[in-house]
């Protein structure tokens, strides 16, 4: 057995320095080399650092000076800015200022570096993130993967269908199969292989019947475009992983779909149109939510039909087109909680304190309303509370930690001590809700923080404590959705983007478009105007609910639903799959090349004719337009 080199001799903590003066392709590199240099460059606190760098710190907004823990100036800088025609970054001078102070010694220099990187540090006390995959998320290469479009063929023309909505599946307890799982405009169900498990990546695994889902049932006549999914509900599909049952939304009925079999399995009429739904748990009743209610549909405990009081009372329930056969019902009517203002768009089930897989008995709904409302399961149809948001909202999500806008605002400047961000991040019972949607045709990105006793007992509130809303820097156009990625907020806009930020909700860590979803064979004017991009009706991370930071290394990516089709942004130079890795090439060799010589001179003259244009509005303006005028 051979002998380890001495350079692998050498401490961890002398090579994790000697990693720091490389690139972060090299040290990438450097991973293959041995399983001792895998582990040494994937150091957490290596990568931690790297994102702590100078190129991080320069996303923050920091004011004119720095303060240390002691109330003590670190800049000193106002006579270096501003001279010359060369202004310095501000916060890269006050880095390297901070590293080369000769006023502070080598120790009072290292405690200042720990307390700015406390206060940067995103993460909470008792949340494991796995900092090689931030670092890659926040500074890697992007690349945008479509998925498979369904088709139906009809003779020899070929169409394809639109997609109408989507959810996560995981058929097993293990984290390496994941599927998706979308109603089709068509009524059926499809199902896409998201890691590849069972075959190629954002390829369709399987596909149900057309008309599946109508509320007619299976079979119906579909001539009539009011029995089938609404296309402009964006939370029409839930999924049960742990019984593998998915229910969708189909104008007012929700359709149980056991997805093993993709059979209906229940069909529940409600009053009103569904409008949304919130995630499905298989220890909680799903809350659905109609055009002016809102109610909890236990899925547990199936309900009986009332044939038999049908049947006694055939004439009374058809006089004067009215159903009476419930008034001999001894069961009584599921609870049903009215809304003063109709149009719920969202529904989250908020989790616990600490726990991101343990559900609270808290409900919040937000919509078309000027409030956030609070629900309480133990207490549903009465109402617990409210949160004034003014803006109208169609997203939420959470996070089982507390926020505090005042505490976030002096950590962005990098103005806490070690011990008030330690105090800070150890609130008990704290947590954040988390919406986005539009205000005055701007996007508003909203944080909330709640606070609770840890009892949990009906009388202990939450009660909102803290209150941040971005309505200046998120986005010019309505935010759509949004969710949590990694130690990062995401959400997409109406402008076709998806945006990462800080969890203070304002400091932007980086942006991607999406682009277009077909292939542009030929550029066109009408290709770079704005809104000719796709735009994220909803997006979902690929990490499973609960996963520690220990997961596979860049296995959290984003998809996401344009509202025809499915896509799926991953973190890597080039895309994995596109819509052509899925047709069949049945041409010829010959045919190939000339289609090829074909758009070869179609480009040709496209690009002659550019030039012609371009000459003609140059001579133009010259003053010879007047010739063509006959002048």
């Not at 006390?125 to 690349?143: D, K, M, S, T, V």
């Not at 944080?447 to 009892?455: I, T």
């Not at 105007?529 to 997006?539: E, H």
Request: proline share 4%; hydrophobic share 35%; aromatic share 8%.
């Amino acid at each position: 057995m051979a002998s380890p080199s001495l350079l692998e001799a050498l401490p961890d903590e002398i090579l994790l320095h000697i990693l720091s003066f490389l690139e972060f392709r090299d040290v990438v590199i450097l991973q293959s080399v041995s399983k001792h240099f895998l582990g040494l460059c994937r150091d957490g606190n290596f990568w931690r650092n790297r994102c702590l760098s100078a190129s991080a710190i320069r996303l923050y907004r920091l004011g004119p000076d720095w303060v240390d823990e002691d109330g003590a100036l670190l800049s000193g800088l106002n006579t270096v800015l501003g001279q010359g025609d060369h202004v310095e970054d501000p916060n890269d001078v006050h880095w390297s200022r901070l590293e080369s102070l000769s006023q502070l010694s080598s120790k009072r220099r290292k405690r200042e570096q720990i307390r700015i990187a406390a206060n940067w540090d995103p993460t909470f006390p008792g949340e494991n993130a796995n900092w090689y995959n931030e670092y890659i998320q926040r500074h890697g290469p992007i690349a945008v993967n479509w998925f498979e479009q369904p088709q139906v063929q009809d003779g020899a023309l070929i169409d394809q269908i639109d997609v109408s909505g989507i959810a996560l599946y995981r058929p097993s307890s293990s984290a390496d199969e994941l599927f998706a799982v979308s109603p089709l405009d068509d009524g059926s169900i499809c199902l896409w292989d998201v890691k590849g498990t069972r075959g190629r990546k954002g390829s369709i695994l399987s596909n149900s019947s057309p008309g599946l889902l109508c509320t007619d049932g299976p079979g119906a006549d579909l001539s009539k475009r009011s029995k089938m999914i609404n296309t402009g509900v964006t939370e029409c599909v839930s999924i049960d992983s742990q019984r593998h049952m998915a229910f969708f939304a189909v104008q007012s009925h929700l359709i149980e779909v056991d997805l093993e079999t993709l059979q209906v399995v229940g069909n529940h009429p409600f009053e009103w149109s569904i409008t949304t739904l919130s995630a499905a748990d298989p220890l909680v009743p799903l809350t659905v939510g109609t055009l002016h209610g809102l109610h909890l549909h236990d899925f547990r405990a199936r309900t009986e039909h009332r044939d038999e009081y049908q049947v006694r009372l055939d004439r009374i329930s058809t006089y004067g087109g009215r159903d009476f056969s419930h008034i001999l019902d001894s069961k009584p009517l599921a609870p049903y909680a009215s809304l003063a203002q109709s149009g719920p768009q969202s529904i989250l089930h908020l989790e616990r304190s600490g726990s991101s897989s343990q559900l609270s008995d808290d409900i919040f709904v937000a919509g078309r309303f000027s409030n956030i409302l609070h629900y309480d399961r133990r207490m549903f149809p009465a109402i617990r509370g409210s949160i004034h948001s003014g803006a109208r909202l169609c997203s939420l999500t959470s996070l089982p930690y507390p926020f505090s806008s005042l505490d976030s605002d002096l950590r962005r400047h990098f103005q806490l001590s070690e011990e008030q961000v330690e105090k800070s991040k150890n609130a008990t019972g704290g947590r954040t809700l988390i919406a986005c949607g539009e205000y005055n045709t701007k996007g508003s990105l909203e944080l909330y923080g709640l606070s609770s006793r840890p009892d949990n007992t009906p009388q202990s509130l939450v009660i909102q404590s803290s209150t941040m809303k971005n309505r200046q820097m998120a986005s010019r156009s309505k935010l759509l959705s949004v969710i949590n990625h990694g130690t990062r907020i995401v959400f997409s806009d109406g402008q076709g983007d998806l945006k990462w930020v800080e969890r203070d909700g304002i400091t932007e860590v980086r942006r991607h478009k999406i682009g277009k979803s077909e292939r542009v064979a030929h550029r066109s004017l009408f290709g770079s105007m704005p809104g000719s991009d796709d735009i994220a009706r909803k997006i979902l991370s690929t990490r499973a609910p609960g996963d520690a930071g220990d997961v596979r290394v860049n296995d959290d990516d984003i998809l996401f639903w344009t509202g025809e089709r499915l896509g799926m942004l991953s973190f890597s130079s080039k895309p994995g799959f596109s819509p052509e890795d899925f047709v069949e090439n049945t041409k010829t060799p010959e045919e190939v090349a000339a289609e090829e010589e074909e758009q070869m001179y179609n480009e040709r003259m496209r690009l002659a004719l550019e030039r012609q244009a371009r000459d003609a509005r140059f001579v133009q303006n010259l003053g010879a337009g007047g010739i063509h005028n006959g002048l």
